[in-house]
């Protein structure tokens, strides 16, 4: 499988270590032509306006949106910015989940924290690492919620977009990147068939 990190900013390097560590080569996504054949591709934390203002230099926007319509993509905490179809105060980015979106809702860089979270059907304790993370406000019917921390959202799933707004790049723990495996295993094996469907 052909797995693509969005690399322009953030925590890029970490979910590359992951995946290595998972038997995965990640490949580094900095232009259109580097989503050429990807199975699937995660849009890390870090900042989302830094990451929008690069992606759009180069049409990799647009690029990254017809991409996110028919693959798996898996946005983390910046990441979960990029792809809600609504974010407080501004325009969305990618526009392609379903949800509404608060940045920086759990206050600042010092006020992060860890929350050991249960993931629906798939994993009992999972420690939720929560860096200046985003706070889902509404999820669309189409949006399933795969975990929450004190009543919010923070793990959603919607056809084959995951959005995290915790960091499991920074535990040692691949078991969501498993997870996001599975998904782009399946969205590869049902090529544009029924597993994207889901999505539309
Ligand atoms: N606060 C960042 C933003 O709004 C996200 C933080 C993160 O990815 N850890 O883009």
Redesign the pocket.
Known sequence: MRIGILALQ?AFAEHAQMLSALGTRPELVRSPAHLDGLDGLILP?????SMRRLAGQNGLDIALRDFGKIRPVWGV??GL?LLAAKVEGEEPFLGLMDMCVA??AYGRQRESFVHDLRIEGLVPHFSGVF????RVLETGPKVEILARQNGAPVFLRQGCLLATSF?PELTGDGRVHGLFLDVCAKGRAEAGGGAFAAQE
């Open positions: 953030g934390g870090g900042e989302s306006t905490c910046a910015i940045r920086n860096i200046r993370a985003p960091h």
